[in-house]
């Protein structure tokens, strides 16, 4: 296969790869920092605590242990990253250092559904405009790195709007 578009295929497979890395530099670099660890009463270590009695079979956090020894009150956190993360972590083994490096992985495919957003809507151009400030934009990359459901938002609104331009493309619709 030769052409423009294996040469397409193989300069975004190459520039996603490269935003992958500048991610995972971010995380290599800030990942082990003591503030950016789930600890004490923070929002993160919250989330931790509750996705990993869930991934430990508490699904509905009724157990009286879920809420650090006390009933559990109704849901104060958001409950799909929750979720999320507890599947990561079921799926890792527990392991943090593989739920943030997934996390990274899906900002990574947020810059690539937002490339395919941008070519469909304004262009080639366009497309790769917004997959280079996507890339660049610093805080997605720190908030990938961090036990919050704002890692997840990047990847949530890039499906979003991908998933939009589609609907809008349909020549017919269903009755």
Do not use: C, N
Not at 19 to 47: C, N, R, S, T
């Amino acid at each position: 296969m030769t052409g423009p578009r294996s040469r397409l295929l193989s300069v975004s497979l190459l520039a996603l790869a490269g935003v992958f890395l500048i991610k995972l530099a971010v995380f290599f670099e800030l990942g082990h920092h003591p503030l950016l660890l789930p600890g004490g009463q923070l929002d993160d270590a919250y989330y931790f605590h509750l996705a990993d009695r869930v991934a430990h079979g508490d699904v509905w956090l009724a157990d009286p242990a879920s809420f650090f020894g006390h009933a559990a009150p109704p849901f104060f956190l958001s409950p799909l990253y929750i979720y999320v993360l507890a599947l990561f972590l079921k799926l890792s083994g527990g392991s943090l250092e593989v739920v943030r490096i997934v996390q990274i992985a899906l900002g990574t495919a947020a810059v690539w559904l937002l490339w395919l957003t941008g070519r469909r809507w304004y262009g080639e151009s366009a497309a790769w405009w917004t997959a280079r400030l996507t890339a660049l934009f610093g805080l997605a990359a720190f908030y990938e790195i961090l036990i919050l459901p704002a890692a997840l938002d990047p990847f949530l609104t890039a499906v979003d709007l991908y998933l939009l331009a589609r609907a809008i493309d349909r020549r017919t619709w269903p009755a």
